[in-house]
């Protein structure tokens, strides 16, 4: 395998990022940074997930993941789930290791697309995360420039999880094994009152103190909804002065 062409310090810099972001990756499997690579030289089956970051630092990290988590999430219980949301954290993490930075928002591209492009940037590296048996995901990253080697980098890598080397969990079959590495996912979660349908003229005339009347009772129960998708009702309660719900319906996949 061919060495990328940056400093020791920065190879250093790129682990830290790697084993930061696998320290919140989903995955099944006990898994630990390998050693760095050029991108594009360990492809895996699967997806990848690419966003550009700047503030302190400047470049992009990729994150590749396998097809079961790929999988996993398209078959979750909750329905069909944001795979960008899902390794978002992973990102967060790994570039969150160069200093405070603003993170894109990603798209979902092929991995050898993505690791392909990456590959023609200067001082691109990528770091494999493997198991005893084979390469599981890949996480690489390209900046422009690098940092020179920085004792708050290294803080900042202990605080988001760098210098952790392994991220495990538990052995489950395989069906199993993809609901498990869904747990720590975050998605997004909001509740409705109700919903409405107004012309534009309508919505153009709307001012402050104006009404607007949505197609449920006054006391009926409101919607919860992860990632747009229906999954339960409740009663709209008061906690702390914010407002909260109290569930009294689950509702089943494809009942909404």
Avoid: C, Y
């Avoid at 930075?101 to 697309?113: H, R, S």
């Avoid at 975050?186 to 003229?201: F, P």
């Avoid at 909804?225 to 494809?254: Q, Y």
Wanted: hydrophobic share 50%; glycine share 8%; proline share 7%.
């Amino acid at each position: 395998m061919t060495a990328p062409a940056i400093t020791a310090p920065q190879l250093s810099l790129a682990r830290n990022a790697a084993e930061a972001a696998l320290a919140v990756l989903p995955t099944s499997r006990a898994l630990f940074a390998g050693d760095p690579v050029t991108p594009g030289e360990t492809v895996i089956e699967g997806q990848a997930v690419t966003a550009r970051f700047s503030g302190a630092a400047s470049g992009e990290v990729v994150v590749v993941v396998g097809q079961d988590l790929a999988d996993a999430l398209k078959e979750s219980p909750l329905g069909e789930l944001d795979l960008t949301a899902a390794v978002r954290p992973a990102l967060e993490a790994a570039s969150r290791v160069f200093g405070p930075v603003i993170l894109d928002p990603g798209q979902v591209m092929d991995p050898q697309v993505a690791l392909s492009a990456l590959a023609t940037k200067e001082g691109a590296v990528a770091i494999p995360l493997r198991d005893d048996e084979d390469v599981r995901a890949v996480i690489a990253m390209a900046l422009s420039p690098w940092p020179t080697d920085d004792p708050m980098a290294a803080m900042t890598a202990a605080a988001t999880g760098g210098g952790v080397a392994q991220r495990t969990s538990s052995a489950l079959g395989s069906r199993g094994a993809g609901l498990d590495m869904l747990h720590d996912v975050e998605m997004e979660v909001s509740a409705e009152l109700g919903r409405t349908r107004m012309s534009v003229r309508e919505l153009l005339s709307l001012i402050p103190g104006a009404i607007v009347e949505l197609d449920r009772a006054a006391g009926s129960p409101a919607d919860l909804l992860v990632n747009g998708r229906l999954i339960a009702r409740g009663e709209v309660v008061v906690v702390d002065e914010n407002f909260g719900i109290r569930i009294t319906e689950i509702v089943s996949p494809g009942a909404e």
